[in-house]
């Protein structure tokens, strides 16, 4: 299973974009990025997903490397509501079609007014 | 689109007794659930994985006995806490996909605190 590494931390103004980043050295060709985001004591909300092209939805866009040994999540104009933790998750294949995510520390954002 | 509805929301009772939660996905069917655990300041823990109509694959770690999984329907998948005891206390939390090519979606939780 490909693991990812994200910085614990990281502060944005609020209106500013919030890039985070995220490394995934091990990926394999076959696995997608996935972004989550948990606001405290709620369930995890999902933000956008990619396998090798850049995404862009409503909510934000994700980068992915040439490589894709590492992505970028981009809030464009975050507020303060988007203050969350924040996990890139690259999904893995367990029996089947099926497969599951497994949560790392995540990144929590913090924004600042 | 793509709602998970979980309930309740929180519970308290006495160690002992037994405690169902709900996961229910509202605009979708849901081929695959999953109930994931996450104790504070730590990041979710996934408990298991079921299919409709099959029984679930639990993680290592986690008695099936005691976390009972059933996922009768496209759109109902309950966990039951048996005989519950203050370590069980923790964030309960369930998400649902449709296609395996679609993202999980997640319920809002249920903070489960055994007395």
């Given at each position: 299973?490909?693991k990812t590494?994200q910085?614990?931390?990281?502060?944005?103004?609020?209106?500013?974009?919030?890039?985070?980043p995220?490394?995934?050295?091990?990926?394999s060709?076959n696995?997608?990025v996935?972004w989550?985001?948990?606001i405290?004591?709620?369930?995890?909300?999902?933000?956008?997903?990619?396998?090798?092209?850049n995404?862009?939805?409503?909510?934000?866009?994700?980068?992915?490397?040439?490589?894709r040994?590492?992505?970028t999540?981009?809030l464009p104009?975050a507020?303060l509501?988007?203050?969350?933790v924040?996990?890139c998750?690259?999904?893995?294949q367990?029996?089947g079609?099926n497969?599951?995510?497994?949560?790392?520390?995540?990144?929590?954002?913090?924004v600042?007014? | 689109?793509?709602?998970?509805?979980?309930?309740?929301?929180?519970v308290?009772?006495?160690?002992?007794?037994?405690v169902?939660i709900?996961?229910r996905s509202?605009?979708f069917?849901?081929?695959?659930?999953f109930w994931?655990?996450?104790f504070?300041k730590q990041s979710l823990?996934l408990?298991a994985?079921?299919n409709?109509?099959?029984?679930a694959?639990?993680?290592?770690?986690?008695?099936k006995?005691?976390?009972?999984?059933n996922?009768?329907?496209?759109?109902?998948?309950?966990l039951?806490v048996?005989?519950?005891?203050?370590?069980?206390?923790?964030?309960?939390i369930c998400s649902?996909?449709?296609a395996?090519?679609?993202?999980?979606?997640?319920?809002?939780?249920?903070?489960l605190?055994?007395?």
């Amino acid at each position: 299973d490909a693991k990812t590494t994200q910085p614990t931390s990281m502060d944005c103004a609020e209106g500013r974009a919030a890039n985070l980043p995220c490394n995934h050295s091990t990926i394999s060709g076959n696995e997608y990025v996935y972004w989550y985001r948990q606001i405290h004591s709620q369930g995890p909300q999902y933000i956008i997903h990619g396998l090798k092209n850049n995404e862009t939805n409503e909510m934000a866009s994700l980068i992915i490397t040439e490589d894709r040994k590492s992505s970028t999540l981009i809030l464009p104009h975050a507020t303060l509501r988007d203050t969350a933790v924040y996990y890139c998750i690259v999904r893995v294949q367990s029996g089947g079609s099926n497969y599951k995510l497994t949560f790392g520390k995540g990144t929590l954002l913090t924004v600042n007014p | 689109g793509a709602v998970v509805s979980q309930h309740p929301s929180w519970v308290i009772c006495k160690s002992g007794t037994s405690v169902k939660i709900e996961c229910r996905s509202l605009d979708f069917q849901a081929t695959t659930m999953f109930w994931y655990r996450q104790f504070p300041k730590q990041s979710l823990m996934l408990m298991a994985t079921s299919n409709e109509g099959s029984k679930a694959t639990y993680e290592q770690g986690v008695e099936k006995d005691k976390f009972l999984i059933n996922h009768a329907s496209l759109t109902l998948s309950t966990l039951t806490v048996t005989s519950a005891h203050p370590e069980d206390s923790s964030f309960y939390i369930c998400s649902a996909r449709g296609a395996a090519n679609q993202p999980q979606h997640f319920g809002d939780g249920t903070r489960l605190s055994i007395l």
